[in-house]
């Protein structure tokens, strides 16, 4: 049973916490146990009633070499930055998988990815490094990302697709097939990709048009 620390205890975290009860429920003997959360305030910590233990601040963390790190924050900059700290002092992570998702044989997950319940991940895929894909998302066949992403529910990425690192895509968008994507984009909630993105940019609505056609 592998020694699990939990980086961070907002939602995120708590839907975690969530998971890994259900894997451990769930399979023939339990796979983790959360030895213990960190966070530099303990207010999330006691808002969503975390009844694992709170070893310490994130800041002045000495990293346990027996244990293994799940990143727990959902922000992609703060993420960023604790995980090559982490990393620089020799932490291990691990990818927690729902095991109600659908993973392609085919296909690659990276280190310290979260995936969450009845995410498809099609043949040839590949996901980076620390990326986040949450409920009910879909990532088409051959596609690609890159590191420390956040896909949020129900996103569905068309095969061929390529998503650099440090994207942000919104509930319900989707790209089209072999749409590409750079790095540190923001894709709101809703939007549709027909075009290609570089880096650095925010996708979404100006103007929200309604129409009714009658026959």
Known sequence: ?????????????????????????????????????????????????????????????????????????????????????????????????????????SAKVGEGCLISHNVSVGPKASIGDFCVINSRSTIGHDSTLGSNNFISPQVVLGGFSKIGDDNLLGTNSCLIPKIQIGNNNKIMAGMSLTKNIDDNETVFYRYKEKLIIRN
Not at 8 to 23: L, M, N, P, T
Not at 61 to 66: E, F, M, Q, V
Request: proline letters at 2%; charged letters at 25%; aromatic letters at 12%.
């Open 1 to 105: 049973m592998k020694k699990i620390i939990l980086i961070g205890s907002g939602a995120h975290a708590s839907e975690i916490v969530d998971y890994i009860k259900y894997i451990n429920t769930n399979s023939s003997k339990p796979k983790y146990k959360i030895i213990g959360i960190i966070d530099n305030s303990k207010y999330y910590y006691i808002k969503y009633g975390f009844k694992e233990k709170f070893i310490g601040d994130i800041e002045n963390h000495k990293i346990d070499k027996k244990s293994y790190y799940v990143m727990g924050v959902g922000n992609i900059l703060v993420r960023k930055k604790i995980i090559d700290k982490f990393i620089e002092h020799g932490a291990k992570f691990e990818s927690i998988i729902h095991p109600t998702s659908l993973i392609s044989s």
